[in-house]
């Protein structure tokens, strides 16, 4: 199983894997596999190219080892009918509400009649995370229609689960040993409004800190408009939910955000990180910003990183931005040449990786009490870690940990610090 994109397609490559677990046995490459599986991603123009290569790098095997190939995700259930045509090589593409149907379609694939007995269910899985640390899906699909974004195209409007069935998740994991619970959702913010007429994540949030156990809450993809002041003071006072905001704004300038048909404005989104700041000083702000989009001009560049350095951002994550179809960006103009989406891209991660060093040789001296290990680098015979400030999968750096004793994967230790650059901190186990 080769999972793409996002934590959310991870935890459905999981679950697909749950379906069939009690007739498959799980191989480490795609030249000792029977069947290969890739979930793939088309949210932008890159994730589509990158699904694609991947497909074609699995058929030179599939072709060399007389495997079978199956591929499922959201490019077969955007675009099933031309890549049908495009690769005819797969043996079979399997589209996102097909899933409940896997065991059916791997025997017609392989030509088996095994008897799958599991559901596609988030309570039956093989997950891919080391035992300290799972992503919890809330909800599937998306109620906003930002001008750029294919996700509702693509996953259908917001389904989220029962406050009840999520806890019950949680409470099994916790118990086999989870410490860092990760939420997440295409809008972690709007949970539950489609269920309860109300959004209700901090309901969520309150049953979730009730679980008995030694672990810790992050929440991922919080839109800025949602943030409510009850959601800032319950992270701010219970100690089972990671002080860590990751709210992606996409633009700071008005003109820009109007055009994205974003709910929110500058003004809203500086108080919002301001109080954010001031209430709970040690949090972590993570955000994702777009350039390129139309109608954007220079001035709106320049100003969103004078934006950036009045919030200093503990991390920040940006892209060019990639016309896809059938979104309302469509019917814009798109005259910004690639070549100056990337200056601009260039110029803003520039600007995030000055504040992004300052920020973090500022840590130099301190100690934190939290870190927990997720690897050893061979080359520098240091462990690695990561504290609530660092999200999984490297998007916001790590830990480098000189240690006199063998540490395990997901030990907790204390870490001094004595040495920074822009995305890491080095330093001693205390």
């Not at 240091?382 to 990561?386: E, L, P, Q």
């Given at each position: 199983?080769?999972?793409?994109?996002?934590?959310?397609?991870?935890?459905?490559?999981?679950?697909?894997?749950?379906?069939?677990?009690?007739?498959?046995?799980?191989?480490?490459?795609?030249?000792?596999?029977e069947?290969?599986?890739?979930?793939?991603?088309?949210?932008?123009?890159?994730?589509?190219k990158?699904?694609?290569?991947t497909i074609?790098?699995?058929?030179?095997?599939?072709?060399?080892?007389?495997?079978?190939?199956?591929?499922?995700?959201?490019?077969?259930?955007?675009?099933?009918?031309?890549?049908?045509?495009?690769?005819?090589?797969?043996?079979?593409?399997v589209?996102?509400?097909?899933?409940?149907?896997?065991?059916?379609i791997?025997?017609?694939?392989?030509?088996s009649d095994?008897?799958?007995?599991?559901?596609?269910?988030?309570?039956?899985?093989?997950?891919?995370?080391?035992?300290?640390?799972?992503?919890?899906?809330?909800?599937?699909?998306?109620?906003?229609?930002?001008?750029?974004?294919?996700?509702?195209?693509i996953?259908?409007?917001?389904?989220?689960?029962?406050?009840?069935?999520?806890?019950?998740?949680?409470?099994?994991?916790?118990?086999?040993?989870?410490?860092?619970?990760?939420?997440?959702?295409?809008?972690?913010?709007k949970?539950?409004?489609?269920?309860?007429?109300?959004?209700?994540?901090?309901?969520?949030?309150?049953?979730?800190?009730?679980?008995?156990?030694?672990?810790?809450?992050?929440?991922?993809?919080?839109?800025?408009?949602l943030?409510?002041d009850?959601?800032?003071?319950?992270?701010?006072?219970?100690?089972k939910?990671?002080k860590?905001?990751?709210?992606?704004?996409?633009?700071?300038?008005?003109?820009?955000?109007?055009?994205?048909l974003?709910?929110?404005?500058?003004?809203?989104?500086l108080?919002?990180?301001?109080?954010?700041?001031?209430r709970?000083?040690?949090?972590t702000?993570?955000?994702?910003l777009?350039?390129?989009?139309?109608?954007?001009?220079?001035?709106?560049?320049?100003?969103?990183?004078?934006?950036?350095?009045?919030?200093r951002?503990?991390?920040?994550?940006?892209?060019?931005?990639?016309?896809?179809?059938?979104?309302?960006?469509?019917?814009?103009?798109?005259?910004?040449?690639?070549?100056?989406?990337?200056k601009?891209?260039?110029?803003?991660m520039?600007?995030?990786s000055?504040?992004?060093?300052?920020l973090?040789?500022a840590?130099?001296?301190?100690?934190?009490?939290?870190?927990?290990?997720?690897?050893?680098?061979?080359?520098?015979y240091?462990?690695?870690?990561?504290s609530?400030?660092?999200?999984?999968?490297?998007?916001?750096?790590?830990?480098?940990?000189?240690?006199?004793?063998?540490?395990?994967?997901?030990?907790?230790?204390?870490?001094?610090?004595?040495?920074?650059?822009?995305?890491?901190?080095?330093?001693?186990?205390?």
């Open positions: 199983m080769q999972s793409l994109g996002c934590a959310k397609n991870q935890v459905d490559s999981e679950m697909l894997l749950g379906v069939l677990k009690e007739n498959i046995t799980l191989v480490a490459t795609p030249e000792e596999a069947l290969m599986i890739l979930n793939t991603c088309a949210f932008i123009e890159p994730a589509r990158e699904a694609i290569d074609f790098e699995l058929v030179d095997v599939k072709e060399k080892t007389k495997s079978k190939l199956i591929v499922c995700g959201c490019l077969p259930q955007r675009y099933k009918q031309e890549i049908e045509q495009l690769i005819p090589e797969v043996d079979r593409f589209q996102i509400d097909e899933y409940g149907n896997l065991g059916s791997v025997n017609q694939v392989v030509q095994y008897n799958y007995q599991k559901q596609f269910d988030p309570l039956n899985r093989i997950y891919s995370t080391p035992n300290y640390m799972r992503y919890v899906k809330i909800a599937e699909g998306c109620m906003n229609r930002c001008a750029f974004c294919a996700i509702p195209l996953r259908g409007n917001l389904k989220s689960r029962p406050i009840e069935e999520i806890v019950e998740e949680v409470k099994q994991e916790v118990s086999e040993g989870a410490y860092e619970i990760n939420l997440v959702a295409q809008d972690t913010t949970y539950g409004f489609d269920l309860y007429h109300r959004h209700a994540l901090t309901d969520l949030l309150r049953e979730l800190i009730l679980i008995e156990g030694d672990f810790k809450i992050r929440l991922l993809y919080l839109y800025p408009e943030v409510s009850e959601l800032i003071e319950l992270i701010k006072n219970s100690p939910i990671m860590y905001f990751d709210i992606p704004i996409q633009h700071s300038e008005d003109k820009l955000l109007k055009a994205m974003r709910r929110s404005n500058k003004e809203m989104i108080s919002l990180l301001h109080k954010i700041k001031e709970i000083p040690n949090a702000l993570r955000t994702t777009m350039v390129g989009f139309p109608y954007e001009e220079e001035e709106d560049v320049d100003a969103m990183i004078e934006f950036i350095e009045d919030i951002f503990d991390h920040m994550g940006a892209f060019t931005f990639s016309l896809e179809e059938n979104t309302p960006a469509c019917k814009y103009p798109n005259c910004i040449s690639e070549e100056t989406k990337q601009r891209y260039e110029l803003l520039q600007a995030q000055k504040i992004a060093l300052e973090k040789q840590k130099i001296g301190t100690i934190i009490e939290d870190a927990f290990i997720i690897g050893y680098d061979e080359e520098s240091m462990y690695i870690a990561r609530e400030a660092f999200a999984p999968d490297e998007i916001d750096g790590c830990i480098y940990v000189a240690a006199k004793d063998e540490l395990s994967l997901g030990q907790r230790i204390s870490v001094k610090i004595l040495d920074a650059d822009a995305y890491t901190l080095t330093g001693e186990q205390v």
